[in-house]
C-alpha cells in the first residue's frame, strides 16, 4: 500500500463547476499537507499549505483536512479552463528530515 | 513570493557524457534543497536531500556515483549525471524550503534527453 493515495484521473468537468480533488495517507505520522499545481512541462507550483485539521480557503480554492480519516481534499469554485493540470497533494510530518511525499497526482480539464 | 530557478530547462546530450543541472534559490537562502526526478504520468520521486556544506542524502536506489550533487553555498545546489545513457531520460526537478515560513518550492524543471 503506497503512503498516499490519489486518484490519477482524468477528471474532465464544465468550465463553473466544482471541483473536489483528493487524497488518502496511511502514516498518522504527517501533519503539514499541500497541495500543488502542474502544468504540462512544468516544475510544481504551491497553492495550498495547511498545518493538522480545519480548513483554509484561498480565493476559489479550499483545502480540508481530515487527519481521524486520514483524508484530505481540495475544492475549486467556478472551474476555469485555466485551472485544468496535474494537481498533486503532498504531505510531511514534523521530524527534522522534513522528506515529503507526494500522490500521483490527479489530471483536471475544465472544459470551455 | 520565493522563487526557485532551474538550469537548463532543457537538455539533449549523447550517451556517455556528463550533464550538469542549477538549482537556485533566488529570494532566501536554502540550507536544504531536493532533487526528485519524474517519469511521464507519475509522482515526483525523490533522488536526493541537499545539504550546503556537507553530502548528500540519497534515498534507496539512487546511484550516487551516477547523480552528483553539490550544494557549494545557500543558494545553489547541483545535479550532475554522470555517464548518461538513454535510460537517465526524464524531467528532473529541485525543490528548496523557504526558512522564513517552512514552504517548499519547485524549480521549473530540466528535460533530460540521452540519446
Known amino acids: 500500500q503506497k503512503e498516499v493515495e490519489q486518484d490519477p484521473g482524468p477528471l474532465s468537468v464544465p468550465e463553473g463547476a466544482i471541483v473536489s480533488l483528493n487524497c488518502t495517507y496511511s502514516n498518522s505520522a504527517f501533519q503539514y499537507f499541500m497541495w500543488y499545481r502542474q502544468y504540462s512541462r512544468k516544475g510544481p507550483e504551491l497553492l495550498m499549505y495547511?498545518?493538522?485539521?480545519g480548513n483554509k480557503e484561498d480565493g476559489r480554492f479550499t483545502a480540508q483536512v481530515d487527519k481521524s480519516s486520514k483524508y484530505i481534499s481540495l475544492f475549486i469554485r467556478d472551474s476555469q479552463p485555466s485551472d485544468s493540470a496535474t494537481y498533486l497533494c503532498a504531505m510531511r510530518d514534523s521530524g527534522g528530515y522534513q522528506k515529503v511525499t507526494f500522490g500521483t497526482g490527479t489530471k483536471l480539464q475544465v472544459i470551455p | 513570493g520565493a522563487v526557485v530557478s532551474q538550469h537548463p530547462s532543457r537538455v539533449i546530450c549523447k550517451s556517455g557524457t556528463s550533464v550538469k543541472i542549477e538549482c537556485r534559490s533566488l529570494d532566501f537562502q536554502a540550507t536544504t534543497m531536493f532533487w526528485y526526478r519524474q517519469f511521464p504520468k507519475q509522482s515526483l520521486m525523490l533522488m536526493a536531500t541537499s545539504n550546503e556544506g556537507s553530502k548528500a542524502t540519497y534515498e534507496q536506489g539512487v546511484e550516487k556515483d551516477k547523480f552528483l550533487i553539490n550544494h557549494a553555498s545557500l543558494t545553489l545546489s547541483t545535479l550532475t549525471v554522470t555517464s548518461a545513457h538513454p535510460e537517465d531520460s526524464s524531467f528532473y526537478i529541485c525543490s528548496a524550503r523557504d526558512p522564513r515560513s517552512g514552504e517548499l518550492f519547485f524549480g521549473e524543471g530540466s528535460r533530460l534527453t540521452v540519446l
Open positions: 495547511t498545518y493538522s485539521s
